[in-house]
């Protein structure tokens, strides 16, 4: 069978880790492509994979009962996507959804997480890494929040 | 009839106004456009016999409506055309959402240019990182411009470039030429979605992850709120370029634009005429203090 773990050793977010867990991960990968319109995940599903775009968009949308799901961010090519995996009680917390054929490895986040009980260097390396993307995507939710370029004089700034 | 194409001073260096500084020239409207809702594109030509300011990229003029005041707004056209001054304006008070209402033909006064340029001619040789929020675009322009026009100079270049709404993107049929006939990378991002909206959602800086360019041996040029410029700073850190590398243009209240009245100190500068283009470490523990 094909291993993913060249490609998945290009990536950015492997790098620094060792050969034997860059196999580890590789080995919970698979590649997977999506369609146009296609979900990925639904909020309150069972959260058991993160994704590495290789090429496409995702977007991350909230559900409303009363309109449209609103769009709140996009996602793009080598980004992570989902943490929902690693904090439980492992449910996504918004929907993602394809809005080009893309193409991502999707890794098995159960599995992973049984290695990384077991190996627990593994452990410290992912969540090292999961940490950065989640400070990341804390400060874009908080600079989202702030409507920094609303004016003054409207209630909206520059 | 041509008229002759003054030279662009030198890219980093400042260029003086004119022999009165405090004295506005009087230039005329030759075009009027309307890019958002709030924000509009002036065109103005000298009346006859007034001189010619060559200008650099990331200088303002200080416009003028007799009457009603006279505000700081940077120069967002190309600096190889210094006789057409184009100003892009969000129409945020007073003065502004006066000058928003004034048409072709009508006569305002000019003052300048003023102020640091963008580091274009020392960034030859690198990767050029823009990253503009809202109107900050505007103050970017001509250095884009300028970098796109002697393309073969740099590295890979890229425009990161973040608005509130769809509604509210700048310079869009630009956005779309530049996109078609230069090697340019353009990301366009808005912090919240319309339905009819295909494009990315989500803070500029959060573009800064998605763009290839070698961290090293890039120049970012920034312009935007003062808070998108921090983590801008920051997010480019990540990605490993060092805060030396990044410029940024900042704006606080002003009236001479010629450092006497210091209106517009920021600690122990002035951004008239120490900026408004800074590179980012001489400014970076001024950034969060609140307006003197
Ligand atoms: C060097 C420099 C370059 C500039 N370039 C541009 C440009 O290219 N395009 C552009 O649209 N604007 C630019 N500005 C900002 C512009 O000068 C101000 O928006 C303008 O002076 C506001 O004047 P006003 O009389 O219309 O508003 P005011 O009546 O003075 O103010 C109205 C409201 O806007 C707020 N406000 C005023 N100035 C600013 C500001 N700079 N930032 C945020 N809020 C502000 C005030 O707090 C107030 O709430 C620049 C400023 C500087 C210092």
């Given at each position: 069978m094909e291993t993913l773990e060249p490609l998945l050793a290009e990536h950015p977010f492997v790098r620094g880790m060792s050969p034997s867990q860059i196999e580890t991960v590789a080995g919970c990968a698979s590649n997977v492509r999506f369609q146009t319109g296609q979900y990925l995940f639904k909020d309150g599903e069972e959260a058991n994979q993160f994704y590495i775009i290789r090429k496409g968009r995702i977007a991350i949308e909230a559900a409303s009962p009363t309109h449209d799901p609103i769009l709140i961010h996009t996602y793009g090519d080598g980004e992570i996507l989902g943490w929902s995996w690693l904090v439980p009680p492992y449910r996504w917390r918004f929907s993602g959804k394809a809005l080009e054929l893309t193409r991502v490895l999707m890794i098995d986040g159960k599995c992973l997480r049984g290695k990384c009980e077991k190996d627990h260097d593994l452990g410290y390396e992912l969540l090292k890494r999961f940490a950065d993307i989640l400070a990341g995507r804390l400060d874009s939710a908080r600079l989202q929040l702030i409507d920094m370029y609303a004016s003054a004089s409207k209630g909206r700034r520059r | 009839m041509t008229l002759a194409v003054a030279e662009a001073p030198a890219a980093a260096g400042r260029t003086g106004p004119p022999s009165d500084p405090m004295l506005p020239r009087p230039w005329r409207v030759c075009r009027s456009v309307r890019e958002t809702d709030d924000t509009f594109t002036l065109e103005l030509i000298p009346e006859p016999g007034q001189p010619v300011q060559p200008f650099a990229a990331g200088q303002f003029n200080m416009l003028y409506l007799p009457g009603i005041g006279e505000v700081p707004i940077s120069i967002s056209g190309d600096?190889?055309?210094?006789h057409t001054l184009v100003h892009t304006t969000r129409a945020v008070g007073a003065v502004t959402k006066k000058m928003a209402a004034i048409r072709r033909g009508d006569a305002i006064g000019v003052r300048g240019p003023f102020g640091t340029a963008w580091p274009v001619e020392d960034s030859e040789g690198n990767d050029v990182v823009f990253v503009a929020g809202g109107i900050g675009l505007a103050p970017l322009r001509p250095a884009l411009i300028q970098v796109l026009s002697r393309r073969e100079r740099y590295g890979r270049v890229v425009l990161l470039y973040g608005a509130r709404t769809p509604d509210d993107i700048l310079f869009r049929k630009q956005l779309r030429e530049w996109r078609a006939d230069f090697d340019l990378e353009i990301q366009v991002t808005v912090d919240r979605a319309t339905h009819d909206w295909r494009g990315n959602v989500g803070v500029v800086t959060a573009l800064i992850s998605r763009v290839p360019f070698e961290p090293g041996h890039t120049v970012a040029m920034i312009c935007g709120p003062e808070v998108m410029i921090r983590y801008t700073v920051m997010e480019l850190e990540r990605r490993g370029?060092?805060?030396?590398?990044a410029y940024v243009s900042l704006e606080r209240n002003m009236k001479c634009a010629v450092g006497f009245c210091g209106h517009c100190q920021l600690g122990p500068l002035f951004i008239c005429k120490d900026g408004p283009i800074f590179p980012y470490e001489k400014v970076a523990v001024l950034l969060s203090q609140r307006e003197v």
């Open positions: - | 600096p190889t055309y210094p370029v060092t805060p030396d590398r």
